[in-house]
């Protein structure tokens, strides 16, 4: 089975700083893939980024850019320019790659990240 | 741009009732996922559904949930027997095949109630 942490619970930041988010997974996979998910307060699941196992390329996306340790099993998601409109809770996810496509997420508990004005 | 749609969005109900929380998956999708949020806390899978039967489920998807695709568009979840702590935000996602690393679209969720 697989574990996701997330050892930071809130943090905060003033507005354009730009904030790091820690993520470890425990997984004796060797193919997965890792996702970062935000919930603002409406409580909708929008997906900021991802991350195949198999690229040692960190992904990127706008300001949203990832740091991803495989041999560590860390990934950590960075935030530049942070914006009011970033607060909410991050989540950090998992998903093994078994072939037969439904595998499900495993999740961490979250950090709550508010950009102070 | 395609969304997942669930309905209803709040729903309270009294404990040892059935309930049916309702999904419409985005069109092309075929891989289909109910996943349980309990206030606070993190977010659960539950299980997941592929052509017309349950692929995964976890422990907390005992016998008193199920999970349907009746019609060809929508994808329910059903609980038999409402408990209290099944009081939690549920929500629906989907998957296209094949897409692997796009991850999933989630629904806005259903917040259920056991009261």
């Known amino acids: 089975a697989q574990t996701v942490t997330q050892s930071q619970p809130e943090m905060s930041v003033q507005e354009a700083e730009t904030v790091t988010l820690s993520c470890t997974y425990d997984t004796s996979e060797n193919n997965y893939y890792l996702f970062w998910y935000k919930q603002p307060p409406s409580r909708q699941m929008i997906l900021v980024i991802r991350q195949e196992a198999y690229k040692q390329q960190n992904a990127t996306e706008n300001r949203f850019s990832v740091n991803f340790q495989k041999a560590a099993k860390s990934f950590s998601l960075k935030i530049s320019d942070s914006q009011l409109g970033d607060t909410a809770m991050y989540f950090c996810a998992f998903m093994k790659y078994s072939g037969g496509g439904a595998d499900g997420l495993t999740f961490g508990k979250g950090t709550h990240l508010i950009i102070q004005p | 741009e395609p969304e997942v749609t669930q309905t209803p969005s709040h729903q309270v109900t009294q404990m040892g009732q059935e309930v049916i929380l309702r999904c419409v998956p985005i069109?092309?999708?075929?891989?289909f996922y109910w996943y349980r949020q309990i206030l606070g806390q993190k977010v659960e899978f539950l299980v997941s559904?592929?052509?017309?039967?349950?692929?995964?489920k976890s422990e907390i998807f005992d016998d008193q949930f199920s999970v349907e695709r009746p019609d060809g568009s929508n994808f329910t979840l059903k609980i038999r027997s409402t408990k209290l702590e099944d009081s939690a935000m549920y929500f629906c996602?989907?998957?296209?095949?094949?897409?692997?690393?796009?991850?999933?679209?989630f629904g806005s969720g259903t917040r259920l109630t056991v009261v």
């Open positions: 559904f592929y052509n017309n039967e349950i692929s995964e």
């Open positions: 069109s092309n999708h075929l891989y």
């Open positions: 996602a989907s998957r296209e095949p094949g897409q692997w690393n796009y991850g999933y679209t």
